[in-house]
């Protein structure tokens, strides 16, 4: 208090201390206003800018996404129909393996089968061979032996090889009537 009587004896006006000093609110007016004029000019902008950026950074992140997304969802779709392709394509080759397998079981099968007939003709043939043969040797041996036996029965040489061939020839007749006769 002792001040304020200091500055009141100093001046002919009492000072009230409730009152504003219109100097002082006139130059933290000007400051403030000046202070507003840097801060609308400079900052807001700024932070406007900053602000857009963050803006625009979240809205082409969330672009970016709902892209990659779409893309991963047609890489899936593409990816399900590959798969489904591939198994259709492994099912086609299956039946087609399984259908050219028994081709080739048939075509062995048919090749056996001719194989085995021409075999068995072969051996038909080599057996009717041997058989001739045999009977051409056995007609042979069997026309000795019984000129033979018949020379010794008669007592006569059969040596002639005309008659020998005859009484031969006349035997072996009659043996072919008796075995067909049987055969019969």
Same mark, same amino acid.
């Given at each position: ?8 004896s100093a001046g002919?006006a009492?000072?009230n #201390?409730?009152a #504003?000093?219109?100097? /002082?609110?006139l130059?933290?007016?000007v400051?403030?206003?000046?202070l507003m004029?840097?801060v +609308?000019?400079?900052v +807001? #902008?700024?932070?406007e800018?900053t602000f *857009?950026e963050?803006t625009e950074a979240?809205?082409g992140?969330i672009a970016?996404?709902e892209k990659?997304?779409? =893309?991963?969802? &047609?890489? !899936?779709? /593409?990816?399900k129909?590959q798969l489904?392709d591939?198994? @259709? =394509?492994?099912n086609?080759?299956? /039946? $087609?393996a399984r259908? $050219?397998?028994?081709q080739?079981l048939a075509?062995l099968k048919?090749? %056996? *089968?001719t194989e085995? %007939?021409?075999? @068995? =003709? ?6 009717a061979? /041997?058989r001739?043969?045999?009977v051409v040797? !056995?007609r &042979? $041996? +069997?026309?000795t032996?019984?000129t @033979?036996?018949a020379?010794?029965i008669?007592? $006569?040489?059969l040596?002639?090889? %005309?008659r020998s061939?005859?009484v031969?020839?006349?035997? !072996?007749? =009659?043996?072919?009537a008796?075995?067909e006769g %049987? *055969?019969?």
């Amino acid at each position: 208090m002792k001040n304020l009587m200091i500055l009141a004896s100093a001046g002919d006006a009492p000072v009230n #201390p409730l009152a #504003p000093n219109w100097w /002082e609110l006139l130059v933290v007016g000007v400051g403030f206003a000046v202070l507003m004029v840097i801060v +609308v000019k400079f900052v +807001v #902008p700024m932070f406007e800018k900053t602000f *857009a950026e963050r803006t625009e950074a979240i809205e082409g992140g969330i672009a970016k996404a709902e892209k990659a997304q779409a =893309e991963a969802s &047609a890489a !899936l779709e /593409e990816y399900k129909q590959q798969l489904v392709d591939a198994r @259709t =394509e492994a099912n086609r080759i299956r /039946e $087609e393996a399984r259908n $050219e397998g028994a081709q080739i079981l048939a075509d062995l099968k048919a090749k %056996a *089968a001719t194989e085995s %007939a021409r075999i @068995t =003709e072969q051996a038909q043939v080599a057996i009717a061979a /041997e058989r001739q043969a045999a009977v051409v040797s !056995l007609r &042979a $041996e +069997v026309g000795t032996l019984a000129t @033979t036996l018949a020379g010794r029965i008669v007592g $006569e040489s059969l040596n002639d090889d %005309a008659r020998s061939a005859r009484v031969v020839d006349r035997f !072996l007749a =009659e043996l072919d009537a008796q075995s067909e006769g %049987a *055969a019969k």
